[in-house]
């Protein structure tokens, strides 16, 4: 993905060489570390790794982050021949500004050496252990939450083997830790999970005892590690050759791990860490007792809302979440979702109204310089839609109210998955169960009815009071059928 043949590139000595608003708060190599995250990608880079580096620029502490990536080799390469630095272009219709971050100390790739991962966990100048890993890298049924081992996660769990999961890692680095006597940590979930923290907590519970952990290590754990919950949100989308592209014209370097992103931020971090963490709120992060709140209204109602956008702007044809805004009559029945669906579904934070939050996201979403591609925000749609989605439906029916623009949603996904759009341009189906649903949707009665009784029996990702009601079955195989026989702008026509 080189922009300029011959161009410089970013590293320490090309710094001195940046435009002084541009050039990074801390400089790679002067900061210990003190984090380390799993999940090297845009996201991190473009939030937890620029709320670390101020939180350090402004109160000092060992907390410089080494950023492990999964299986990314190539961007493992890049960083490290960047001397770990990247820049973050914030962008809006009528700014650009770019600046680069120097948080990292350090990048490894899991899959070339999990061992050194495990040491690092064990290591005790590491107090804190982020992660942007996505949502089915958990490894957890969506709906209940309880682990769904694959074989190789029992492999990681039951043989000796070096780990190949996230959940792999951390137990295998937990037990190191814990063997090691290095002292307290806190895990952070920065996953759109709900009650993540709770659940990652979960996670390595039940994964001690499906690898029979001895008990001293389970009461280790259990004492002294913390697995604070979290609401994370900025929209950052993937990188493209123009994004490159344009941070090396503001950088006057060429900067092949540049990510862009939209100017709003949010962290809100339940301040539950054992061994210290860096000052994040001296960056402008929310630290609370309860992040429950603030992480229903942003899994609902942006989330939830980028969901239904990416679905049925997909079937539509449209390239971009800004180019689906632009749909007559999306954003009427994306108001209608908020308030007569997603605002009456739960209780937010104190002082927050969640249409005014709701008018907020939809003007994030039409945003012309964040490019956000329909089909990225439509990847995992079996992870995602549980608790986007059908915990609104699931709360809004136990309350005896209605919930016939969540199930417009939930039928756009099935659309979505059925593989056409509106046009007759294949979709692609990136998702974890996308063989199970395929095979699922074939088998089933080529109608709206028999598609949804086929997807309502994937009871990993509907909950069973979901997929039972009758009401709600009725919303979505009407909704269906309107996509079908009439395609998105008229069904949205004829709902608004």
């Not at 923290?197 to 001293?216: C, D, F, I, K």
């Not at 490159?244 to 860490?273: K, N």
């Not at 929310?286 to 079937?315: F, M, Q």
């Not at 449209?318 to 999306?330: F, G, S």
Request: glycine fraction near 8%; charged fraction near 20%.
């Amino acid at each position: 993905m080189a922009v300029t043949v011959g161009a410089s590139r970013l590293d320490l000595d090309a710094v001195r060489r940046l435009p002084a608003e541009a050039r990074p708060l801390v400089r790679p190599g002067a900061v210990a570390a003190g984090v380390v995250h799993l999940g090297l990608g845009a996201f991190h880079r473009a939030h937890q790794a620029v709320y670390t580096e101020q939180a350090i620029a402004l109160a000092g502490g060992d907390w410089g982050i080494i950023g492990v990536a999964p299986r990314n080799a190539e961007l493992v390469r890049t960083l490290a021949a960047q001397d770990n630095l990247f820049s973050v272009s914030t962008l809006s219709a009528a700014d650009r500004r770019t600046r680069v971050i120097g948080a990292l100390a350090g990048v490894r790739l899991a899959a070339a050496d999990p061992q050194a991962v495990v040491a690092l966990l064990a290591d005790p100048t590491i107090r804190v252990v982020t992660l942007t890993v996505t949502e089915k890298a958990y490894q957890l049924d969506p709906a209940a939450g309880t682990l769904r081992p694959d074989p190789e996660l029992v492999a990681d769990l039951t043989t000796g083997r070096a780990p190949a999961t996230v959940p792999g890692l951390l137990v295998r680095g937990l037990l190191a830790r814990a063997a090691a006597e290095a002292g307290p940590i806190a895990l952070v979930s920065c996953d759109n999970l709900p009650a993540n923290g709770r659940r990652l907590r979960g996670l390595v519970t039940q994964s001690l005892a499906y690898a029979g952990a001895p008990q001293p290590a389970v009461d280790w754990v259990a004492t002294q590690v913390g697995f604070p919950g979290t609401m994370v949100d900025r929209i950052v989308p993937a990188s493209t050759p123009q994004t490159l592209v344009a941070a090396q014209r503001a950088l006057g370097v060429e900067d092949l791990a540049a990510v862009a992103a939209e100017p709003y931020t949010q962290w809100v971090i339940e301040d539950d860490f054992p061994a210290g963490r860096p000052a994040w709120e001296r960056a402008g992060a929310v630290l609370c007792a309860d992040a429950g709140p603030w992480e229903r209204l942003k899994l609902r109602t942006l989330n939830g809302v980028h969901s239904a956008t990416a679905y049925l702007g997909a079937l539509a044809g449209c390239e971009t979440i800004a180019d689906a805004l632009a749909l007559p009559h999306l954003a009427t029945v994306l108001r209608r979702l908020i308030a007569e669906d997603v605002a009456v579904s739960f209780v937010p934070p104190a002082g927050v109204d969640v249409v005014d939050y709701g008018e907020q996201v939809l003007e994030r979403f039409e945003n012309p310089a964040i490019r956000h591609r329909t089909l990225q925000v439509a990847m995992d749609g079996s992870q995602k839609l549980p608790q986007r989605i059908l915990h609104t439906v699931g709360d809004l029916r136990a309350a005896g109210r209605p919930a016939r623009w969540a199930a417009l949603a939930v039928a756009a996904w099935i659309r979505f998955a059925q593989g056409t759009a509106d046009d007759g341009r294949s979709l692609p189906l990136d998702d974890p169960l996308a063989g199970r649903i395929r095979v699922a949707l074939a088998a089933a009665p080529q109608t709206p009815a028999g598609a949804v009784d086929a997807v309502f029996a994937l009871d990993e990702v509907v909950p069973p009071e979901v997929a039972t009601d009758a009401e709600v079955r009725a919303d979505v195989v009407t909704w269906l059928t309107a996509l079908h026989r009439h395609g998105v702008p008229a069904t949205l026509a004829a709902a608004s």
